[in-house]
């Protein structure tokens, strides 16, 4: 077993590097959401460009959640 800086160092690395994935996710789910709404309601392209910013901040959110966390990880681990 890896002494306990280590592992949060570990930890810390697994986190920050699922924060690209987690963007991209972010913006395709706002960006899909955003157009069938639009396909719903007739409103083509106002809630699709909404629907694209919300899951651009969305993703913006969890990145610093995301540094935050492993910062914290960090700091704990030594």
Known sequence: ???SG?????KALG????IGLTLVVATVIGLVGG???D????????LLLLG???????GFV??????KRA??????SR
């Open 1 to 3: 077993m890896a002494p």
């Open 6 to 10: 280590e592992q949060g160092t570990w």
């Open 15 to 18: 986190e920050l590097s699922s």
């Open 35 to 37: 157009y069938y709404a």
């Open 39 to 46: 396909r719903w309601l007739g409103t083509t392209p106002w």
């Open 52 to 58: 694209l910013v919300l899951g651009i901040v969305a």
């Open 62 to 67: 969890n990145l610093f959640r995301s540094v």
């Open 71 to 76: 910062e914290r990880e960090l700091d704990d």
